[in-house]
Every structure is written in structure tokens, then in C-alpha cells.
């Protein structure tokens, strides 16, 4: 989230879309329903089916899964020429000005540059013409044809209304309804929020369909205000501090990221990461990446890591690949590739698409070790559950370990949530049994297999002999070392640049932020964002006041929000050119003549002036992307892209099948399914009453929604003959299920280049473990492709079939 | 900003605390006669469900279950959202969900409705209960069932006109709602207000929620809903758990909320009866220490009883449970 | 610890932001020495708090265990209610369907109390000892990393990658246990590491 939740009080429009808030994320949806008591604040729900959010909604428009790109680039599209365009923020903070290479071009559904063989754009033209300066060239007046404005001017005008309703299904005069709602947020007065999850992700082509919203919110001026912004609703209470902790293949922390094998060395490494900007007097704020580079390298292999062996950049391991995300890995444990797998509070028997596939992986493993405080499918991956779970246990030759670790309630530390706070909690209860702290169990792996390195030697031992690991109890780190850690401190005395005699921070002590951070070995820090976590001020995490000056739900004092307790992204856009607030009534910050003040962390040096320094601070060119240069796979602004099993073919191209540029692996390939074959579009979600695959291990939660169902259309019920809470097969090329049938009037089948599109919704909480009733998960007929940029499981659009049925288990 | 009245204004006490109203506040006592009047009278206090801010996601059973210490069954699905499908002596609160096209606009509407004991000011089954003291009315307003009186005879379901109270086939006692009289006493809302994640679940006077729903009224009718209003329904002399409604000119879409709930003139009727059956009950309340297990045993009216009813009421039908008009 | 630390927090807040029905109106707050037989007594009473943090979604909504036993005071504590806490900014006290079953989480029958393992072929787990668990880990892990850590690519550059063997890191541990995760899994040179994010 660019905002918080507490923020979303501050809104006039919200708009769900690519999300279900009131049912995923009830308690932040609370503060909807605050702007809609206080402000009249009207929220909108675009989705294919009438969800629970759709139930307190003022408008709510139904669409086909997989085409939102197509109804965003309307509402550009809108906007643009209706003149519904916050002008002077949308020419002064964005790149809408900046001019494109020549030879950049879109046609037939595909960018400039397009490599069929390859699956692949080359990339080059998608980027800025260079000035002799050095910097990218600007035209103000917004007359240059090839500047950013008009080629986005030009890429829209397809989607026109009527374009809209062909492709999404959406009636053209629903979508012109929400087109007015929310063109109204151009005023500089009047904002809209953008609240999104899974819906928006689990696509081929899911960070465009995030891209889409963003360049609308920044073209209507939303960004950086109160009451506006991006807002990713996270799925699980960490999942935000595990990303910015860079557990993830391709990130070290802090956004950070691994080396490949193309940057053998540190300077080439460097190399491409300067940052130099793009315009003539801008932050360009990763030019101190080698600072937070260093300092991390150095928190990890303390003394090992030197200035003469490059900051022990060898002990990095060098990608071959973009990554080895989870689809890459259980690819290659198909073919036989990986023997050991180690899942953390981690269940992929339910979690990953095309279920035969990945449990076909995990039986080839040696060996699997599962860590959870509860029962988990991946744990019992072997055992034989008759129609629940129907494999051959004799000729599984896995050895599994189920260690039991303790759970929140008997744990301690910090959570980021999706409002990036970091917030300390405290542990009430006493384990069950033997179950012990993640830590401890990381610990032993990590000391056991130092051990045996230290007697026995082994491949290239050096990183694990020299893993700084200098805790009280080695055996068990301490929440609190660990946080200092994640913190930084200074290794030996910094100094003030300007007076050497100036210790700023003695050796020894917590850096007060990542602002005293350095890149000559003189500090440690494991994840630069986090700076300032738990400084010499103690530990910021664990404040507990809640205070709230203004009532502007900014909470500065509740506990720390990364970066250095900023709570909203970008807040200098909250202010025009000569920074006063765009509305007073929801100022963050504003310039006072020498500096920037107000109620939260100002997001620009606090004496930048403006007009000078632009809000983007993190972008080379100061200002926002309206179009991304090569940043992304599948191109510089977002186009109309089908899932890869759709109901329809691509109205733009009809040779095209899904994301042009997503990874497809042969055996997937060959796993599609089509529309003759299996008529219906799926999809997949989640129900308020259970949390993923945990809560179906609880009585309460398995007794609010006991069952696995599936969702269908009064129509669809009668095209089928399936009758209201009887059983029906569901089956796609992967898999096949059998679920209670929910027949509702909140489905409804769409009409879509004029074919009925009738649509089937699969939610997600059964398995074979826990208190529910055993059942099945989407997951088993789910493609197995992800999407081009960040390879997030295409779960939300795919193809079925249904058919009455008997019982699972029960041959009819 | 002002803010929304919402029920959590602090976490529960740790500490021991005598509970603010008990015996002496009573303002009625099942089948008894002599109860002195109360020496005080307390403010009434309600809680308010608005259904438009109702986003039907069940934490208020969640928080219901986990207060009152009760375990629903875990059952199946039949089709439906509701589960359990109907409230059992283990679920006192139950979301029910209504698809309903409104044929003035043509769009779905999703009325989602928190079934459960609405509190009458004039309470049914405190009237119907032939046990002494096995319902209880505070003047506050929360009509509460003590459970060790209950006979289990079943006279309140009959004698709610919302078909709210269940027998336990455990224990052969009647259960529902209890406003969480426990919280209250200590100065904290009932557990499914607090939780309730958009407050449309609210707690406080009755006074003060009336004076809320005025205020969502005014909301709902800004935004379309000409016949928003409040559910607080004469007929059983207002009730200490009101709704706002959009369409509160057609109570019944809400899944059948009757639209003028009245006591059976049956049950008013009832005196004499219950005072005989509360006699008998009383009876082997005295011997209940000998005959192990009385209690255990269900004490259903017997037709005899129904007849006698009956006969009082000049031949009018007996409505059955859950067809109230 | 804890709870007093935050109270003293509250005080500085006093009144901020949290308006309210008129409960106090009421007289509530008064503790009075009449014992009522009619109403059940507050099960919260002498019990112990800790403020926490559900473990669910990423609104983190604050919560308050309650437990007899302190674990701070080295007591074996036993969560007999969870509750919203109604300081907390974000939740004010509220709690979704899940968050308000969390008891039923932490006593669910399904928690797991001791190592187990499951040997090739065997159609069930074997109760092991923590050492003996960790032990064979630690074993197969080297071996393995042993045998197929590739330190140089074809062109001899130094690549030092571990392929084989691959980690899913959690996503409701704290972000202390993912930094002490994240350093091993590096440090050894898994690749194949990612975490629920991806999905």
C-alpha cells in the first residue's frame, strides 16, 4: 500500500477492483464504511462476481475475469477525452512529457520488437530519447508526437466503450456510469482509492493489470494524498516483511537484488545499478545503492567481507535465470532435478496450480522437511486419502520430516502489514509439546550443517563458516538481536564529512536510519528500508501510541512504518508545484518558504525545494512512469492480453494466446485447455469466513463454512440440470473436482464478443487435513504458467466443465 | 472528524469486578407473581444492527461462539451461505442471506440479515415460561434465560414471535442470545458489537442508538434508499436489538423479519396453564435431588397442556415455530 | 511487560480518537459491591494480558491473549480468550470471523506437538527426537549441497549456486525469523527460495 489503512477514511471514491476487501481484509474494509459515513464517500465494485464487497456497494458492475486492461484503458481513455485530467499534476509529476526513440511502436495486440520464437521483446525501443546532456529529452507543451502523452493518447483510443463491453462483457452503460465516478476524481479536491489484491495478481499479464490503475491514478492525481494511492492488500500478515526482507529468489533485502551470472564481479554488479538521473537536479535515490549494498554484505559476513574481496561478493550465489520461482523449481522436481525441499509454514500441495504436477514433484524428492504449527497436506503429500488425495504411499520414496513450531500467540517479534508498519508483538502462551520457535529450528539446520562443514569440509565452504551469527544463544537468536540487526549499527566510529572530529555514531551503536549508512565497510545493516526500527532510541517497533494529531489517520507514533516511519508513499505529490497541499483539507506536508513540515515524513529531502526536485525520488527522472521504458517484459504501457485458457479469443489478435512473453514450460503447454473442450471461465477466491488452508483446522471456522462448493449461475444450474446443494464434478485439462453446487443470482453470465460467457467460482479452503470436511482446492484444475514479470500463478482465469454429480468417493 | 459510535471504548477488565445490575433490577420474572418492583431503573440499552453496513461475514457467530463457550456443529453445505443452517442452542446469532432483485431498479441486492434474540420490551417468552425464573427481564432491557430454572418445555419458542430460543438436546435447556449480560455488567458491549469489523453491529442506549440510526437513515436516503428506517417494532413494545433497514417498509425480504411481531394470543392467554405447569415444575424441583437426572430429561408441553391453551383461546390456530407473520 | 508499556503510551493519547456510545453515561465503569447470581462473572477476570497481532491477513488488527499463566514470569500459560484490542488504530477492537476463532487456531487438534518423520516408502510418521530430525537434516542437506553445488559456470566464472535443494519461507513469521531464515538460505546458496508473495 502507497497509503495506510488508517488512510482510507480520507477517500471520496473507492474503487475495488482485482480484490474483495470486505471479505479478505474485513477490519480494513472498516474504513470504508468511515469515508462513506463522514465524507459520502461512494464505493465501487467491479468484479465477476457480486461479492460481499459488491453487498454494501453504491455501484457495482460485473466483469469477465482476466480483462481488466481493457476496462482501465477505457477509464484512461475516459479521462483523456472527456478532459477529466488533473492537468498540472499529471504534466509536472509525471513522464507525460518526456519523448519516446523513435521507432517504439504498437500494433496487433504487441509492442515493437516482438520475438515470436523467443517469446520475448527485445526491449530497446521502448525508451526515452537522450539529449547531448545526457538527460532524457522533454517537451512541456505536451505537442511532440512522440512524447509519452500522446503515444498513451494513441494506445488508448481503442478501448473505447463499446470496445470495453465486447471484451469485458461489462454493459456499456455501467461502465460509462463508473467512467463519470470516477473522472470526477481529477478535481484536485477530490480523491479515489484503489484497493486491490489477488484479483489484479494472479494473471499472466497481473502486474499490467496493476500498472493500468496506477496510470489512471496518476493521470485523475491520486497519488502521494490523502486518501489515495495504490493499495495492495496483502494476503498474510508477513508476506509484506518476507518481500522486503527479499526471501523470494531473485531479491536480497531491501529491494535489493541477486547478481547473475553476468555480473561475475562486484564492479560489474555496480555497474548497472548507478542511478544516475534523468533530468537535471533529481534525487534518483538508488544512486546510494553500493551504501545499502555494502552495509548489507556486511551484516552478513561480517570481517569475511572486505573491501579487497569485494564485500565477499563470491559468497553470493549468481542467477543463470531471471529466477528460480516456485514454478521453475517444481518444474525441474518433475524432471528429477531437486532432492530437497525445505517448506516454512508453507503448504504447496494447495498452494501452487495444477495439484498432479506438483505432487508428481514432491514424490521424485530424496527428502522434504515441512515446518508448521499445524497438520499441512504438504506433510502427508504421501498419504493416501481415497478420492481426497488418491497416491501410490509404497512407491513414494521421499523422506518427509513435519517439525511443529510454535504460533503466533506463543511467539515474539515484528509483522509489516500492508501498510508497511512494523509491529512488535508479545507472546501469551505456552507451545504445545515439543514445538519450537522458527529461529531455533533455522539455527540447528544452519549450526548442524556448520558443524559438518567445519569436520568434514565440503563444497565451497566459505560463506557458511563465515555467516556472521554472533548471538547470546547461537542456539536461538533473539528476536530483538535479530531486529538490531535487521537495523544496522556502526562497526566503527562515523564521522561527520565536514568535521572529522565529529563522531556522529560511535562504533558500536544502532545507526539512527539508513540516511548514516556507508559503503567502506565502516556499517552493517541487513535491510536498508528497516533502518531506523530499532535504533539507540530502542525498540520503535514495540510504541504503542495512538494517538492521532489532526485526525488525519496518520498514527505516527503506533508502532514504525518503513522508510523512517513515513506512512504515506510519495506525500510530496500532496502538494502542487510551489508546494502548498493541491486540498487543504487533506494536507500531509507542505513547503513553509525554507522546509517541508506537516504530519508525516516528508518523502523528499526536507529542503528540496520545490519545483526543483521532483516527488518520484526513487525514479532516475523524478517523476512518475506513465510509461515504463524496458522496466517491464510485456511492455511500456499495459495492452489487452487473454488469459491463457479464455472463453474468447483476443479481440486485437486473435493468434495471440494470453501473455505473449510468459514463461511457458513444454508440459504445460500441452496442459491448456480450450474453449470447445471446456466451455466455462473459472475462477478462483477466497470466502471471509476461512483464512487459505489454516482456519479448515479450526472448529469455529469449519463450522461457519463446512464444505467445498462451487459457485454457478441460475442459468448455468439449468443449461447443466445441476440443482441447489446437490454435487457436481468440475474438471479442467489438469484435474478434476467434485463440490456442493452454490446456485446464485450473484453470478451471471456475460455476454463477450458476442458469446455467452458463463462463469464457474471455485473458492479455495478445503483439503484433507483439520476440522472441515474434506475436500478439494482450486488448485488441482489450475494452469500452470505465471505470470511474465514476477511469474505469480495464473489462478484467477482458467477454463472448466461442469457436470451433476454423485459424492466423492461414490461412483454413480 | 467526528467519529462513529462503536461499541469497543475499551478492552474488558482484568481485574475482578462485581457485575452492575443483577437481582434487584428485574422487571419481570417468569411464572412469578410477587416479584417486588425494582429499586432503581436502569438505562435501556440496545444494539443496533445496521444491515446496509453489514458485510456478512459472520464474525459476529465467530465472536458469539468464542464468548458464550458454545460448539456448533461442524454440518455441510446445502447450497447455501448460512451455516449452521439455522441457530442451535450452540449458535445464538446467524447471518442470514437473502438474493433479492429490487423490482424498482432491477439489481441485486444482497440483504444480509443477523438473526437472533431481538430483546423485546414486552418479552414472549418471558411470558409464555411456565418455570419460575427461568427468564428474566433487567430494566435495562436484556431478557436473559437462567438456565438451571429452565424446564426445557419449549413454551418460549412458541411464545417468541421471532422463533428465536433452542433446546439442547444435551441438556434439555432452552439458550439463545443473552445481549452478553456478562460484558455488560462490567460496563463492555455484547462480544459480536465489539468484533462486528464494520460496526454496523453498535451497543450503547437505547437513546443513542436511536439517535445513530437517524443518522443512517439520513445516509441511506441520501444515497437512493427512500424507505430507510429503523426496525424497532411496537408490537412487541420496541426492542432492545433494533435494525436499520433500507427498505424498512418490507421487513419480511429480510429473510421473513416479520413485519408487525406480536405475542400469540395464545401465549397471553397462557396464564393459568403456566402457573400449573410452573407449579408441577416446582414440584420436582423439590424432589430433583432424588431423582437424579430430572432435569435431563425433556419436560415438552404436553398436549394436554396445548389443549387447555387452546380452549382458552377461542379457537384461534396455534402458529408454528418460524411462521410468524 | 507489554501492556504496561503500552498503557503508559495510551495515557499520552488520552481520549485521541476513540469516541464513544455512551457507555460511561451508564454507570458502568463504577464497580459495585452487589454480587449478582443471575449473571455469569467475567471470564477474564485474573486472567493475564499480552497485546499481539493476528495472524492472519496483512490488516494485522491488534489483538489481547488472554491466558492463565504469565509466560514473562517463566509460567506454563494457557490462551483461554482472544480478543480485539480496542486501542489499536487500525481495528479498534474489532476482529473478522477468523481473528475473533483464534483460541480455536492455537488449541486447534490439528497443531503439531512433536517431530515426526515419515520414512520412503512408509504409509505413516514415526514420533522422532529433535536431534535425531535435525541431525539427518543437517546430513542430507550437505550431502546434497555436496554433490551438486555448482561453484563455476561453463566459461569458469564463479557462480556458486545450490540448485538442488530449494525453500519456501513462511509468511506470517516475524520478520526477525525471516532475516535468521534468509541469511541461512543465502548463506548455503539455495536459489530455488521464495516465499508466499510469489503466490
Known sequence: MTNSWTDIRNTDLVVVMGGNAAEAHPCGFKWVTEAKAHRGAKLIVVDPRFTRTASVADFYAPIRQGSDIAFLLGLIRYCIENDKVQWEYTKAFTNASFIVKEGFGYADGLFSGYDEEKRDYDRTSWDYEIGEDGYARVDPTLQHPRCVWNLLRQHVSVYTPEMVERICGTPKAKFLKIAEMVAECSSPTRTMTSMYALGWTQHSHGAQNIRGMAMLQLILGNIGVRGGGMNALRGHSNIQGLTDLGLMSHLLTGYLNMPTEKEPDLATYMASRQFKPLRPGQTSYWQNYSKFFVSFMKAMWGDAARAENG????????????????????????????????????????????????????????????????????????????????????????????????????????????????????????????????????????????????????????????????????????????????????????????????????????????????????????????????????????????????????????????????????????????????????????????????????????????????????????????????????????????????????????????????????????????????????????????????????????????????????????????????????????????????????????????KTVHVVGIPLHWGFTGSAKKGFGPNSLTPFVGDANIETPEYKAFLVNIEPSSAPGVTS | MSDSPRTAVSNPPTQPMASNFGERDLVRRSATEDLPPPERQLTPVAKLIDVSKCIGCKACQSACVEWNDTTPAIGENTGVYENPHDLTENMFTLMRF??????????????????????????????????????????????????????????????????????????????????????????????????????????????????????????????????????????????????????????????????????????????????????????????????????????????????????LVEGKPVPPPGEHA | MNMELSRRGFLKAAGAGVAATSLGALGFGEAEAAVSALVRPLKLANTTETRNTCTYCSVACGIILYSRGDVRKGERAEITHIEGDADHPTNLGTLCPKGAALKDFVHSPTRLKHPMVRRPGSDRFEQVSWDYALDRIARLMKDDRDANFLATNEAGLPVNRWTTTGMLAASATTNETAWATFKVAKTLGIVGFDNQARV
Open chain 1, 311 to 754: 564485500w565477499a561478493y563470491d559468497y553470493l550465489p549468481k542467477l543463470d535465470v531471471p529466477s528460480y520461482d516456485v514454478l521453475r523449481m517444481f518444474e525441474l522436481m518433475n524432471h528429477g532435478k531437486v532432492n530437497g525441499y525445505l517448506c516454512q509454514g508453507f503448504n504447496p500441495v494447495l498452494a501452487f496450480p495444477n495439484r498432479g504436477k506438483v505432487v508428481a514433484g514432491l514424490s521424485k524428492l530424496k527428502f522434504l522437511v515441512t515446518m508448521d504449527p499445524l497438520e499441512t497436506e504438504t506433510a502427508r503429500f504421501w498419504e493416501n486419502h481415497g478420492a481426497f488425495n488418491d497416491v501410490n504411499t509404497a512407491s513414494i520414496q521421499t523422506e518427509v520430516f513435519q517439525l511443529p513450531t510454535r504460533c503466533f500467540a506463543e511467539d515474539q517479534g515484528s509483522l509489516t502489514n500492508s501498510g508497511r508498519w512494523l509491529q512488535w508483538f508479545w507472546p501469551g502462551g505456552t507451545a504445545p509439546g515439543e514445538a519450537r520457535p522458527d529461529t531455533w529450528i533455522m539455527a540447528q539446520i544452519f549450526l548442524r550443517m556448520r558443524e559438518l562443514y567445519r569436520k568434514e569440509g565440503g563444497a565451497f565452504p566459505d560463506p557458511i563458516l563465515n555467516l556472521s551469527w554472533e548471538y547470546h544463544d547461537p542456539n536461538e537468536p533473539e528476536p530483538e538481536e535479530l531486529a538490531k540487526e535487521i537495523n544496522g549499527r556502526a562497526l566503527t566510529d562515523l564521522t561527520d564529512p565536514n568535521d572529522p572530529s565529529k563522531v556522529i555514531v560511535a562504533a558500536g551503536k544502532q545507526v539512527l536510519n539508513f540516511t548514516q549508512l556507508r559503503d567502506d565497510g565502516s556499517t552493517m545493516c541487513g535491510c536498508w528500508i528497516y533502518s531506523g526500527c530499532f535504533n539507540e532510541a530502542g525498540n520503535n517497533m514495540a510504541r504503542r501510541d495512538n494517538s492521532d494529531p489532526d485526525q488525519t489517520g496518520t498514527h505516527p507514533n503506533w508502532t514504525w512504518a518503513w522508510p523512517l516511519n513515513r506512512r504515506t508513499l510519495y506525500n510530496r505529490a500532496s502538494a502542487d508545484l510551489n508546494g502548498k497541499p493541491w486540498d487543504p483539507s487533506r494536507k500531509i506536508i507542505e513547503w513553509d518558504g525554507t522546509r517541508w513540515t506537516g504530519y508525516d515524513v516528508p518523502d523528499i529531502g526536507v529542503t528540496a525545494k520545490p519545483g526543483e526536485v521532483m516527488p518520484f525520488i526513487m525514479n532516475q527522472e523524478g517523476v512518475s512512469r506513465l510509461f515504463t521504458r524496458g522496466m517491464m517484459r510485456d511492455g511500456p504501457f499495459p495492452a489487452h492480453m487473454e488469459p491463457f485458457e479464455s472463453p474468447i479469443a483476443n479481440v486485437m489478435n486473435p493468434r495471440m494466446r494470453g501473455n505473449p512473453v510468459a514463461r511457458l514450460f513444454e508440459s504445460d503447454l500441452a496442459q491448456f485447455g480450450t474453449s470447445e473442450e471446456f466451455p466455462f471461465a473459472a475462477t478462483s477466491y477466497r470466502l471471509t469466513e476461512h483464512f487459505h488452508y489454516w482456519t479448515k483446522h479450526n472448529r469455529v471456522n469449519a463450522a461457519l463454512q463446512p464444505e467445498f462448493f462451487v459457485e454457478i449461475s441460475e442459468e448455468l444450474a439449468a443449461l447443466r440440470q445441476i440443482t441447489p446443494g446437490g454435487w457436481v464434478r468440475v474438471w479442467s485439462k489438469r484435474g478434476s473436482v467434485k463440490a456442493k453446487a452454490v446456485v446464485t443470482k450473484r453470478i451471471r453470465p456475460l455476454i463477450c464478443d458476442g
Open chain 2, 98 to 311: 437473502t438474493e433479492w432483485v429490487n423490482p424498482e431498479t432491477d439489481n441485486l441486492e444482497w440483504l444480509i440479515r443477523k438473526d437472533g434474540c431481538m430483546h423485546c420490551a414486552d418479552p414472549g417468552c418471558l411470558k409464555a415460561c411456565p418455570a419460575p425464573g427461568a427468564i428474566v427481564q433487567y430494566t435495562n432491557g436484556i431478557v436473559d434465560f437462567i438456565h438451571e430454572n429452565c424446564i426445557g418445555c419449549g413454551y418460549c419458542i412458541k411464545g417468541c414471535p421471532f422463533n428465536i430460543p433452542r433446546i439442547s438436546k444435551a441438556d434439555h435447556r432452552s439458550y439463545k442470545c443473552t445481549l452478553c449480560s456478562d460484558r455488560v455488567a462490567v460496563g463492555q458491549g455484547p462480544a459480536c458489537a465489539k468484533a462486528c469489523p464494520t460496526q454496523a453491529i453498535v451497543f450503547g442506549t437505547k437513546e443513542d442508538m436511536k439517535q445513530h440510526a437517524a443518522g443512517r437513515i439520513a445516509d441511506l436516503k441520501s444515497r437512493g434508499f427512500a424507505n430507510a428506517g429503523l426496525y424497532d417494532p411496537p408490537g412487541v413494545g420496541g426492542t432492545h436489538v433494533m435494525y436499520v433497514l433500507h427498505h424498512a417498509d418490507k421487513p419480511q425480504i429480510y429473510a421473513n423479519l416479520p413485519e408487525n411481531p406480536r405475542i400469540s394470543p395464545l401465549v397471553q392467554s397462557w396464564k393459568g396453564v403456566t402457573k400449573y405447569v410452573g407449579l408441577a415444575a416446582m414440584g420436582m424441583m423439590a424432589v430433583g435431588s432424588i431423582v437424579h437426572g430430572v432435569f435431563a430429561r425433556p419436560n415438552r408441553v404436553s398436549r394436554e397442556d396445548e389443549e387447555n391453551a387452546e380452549k
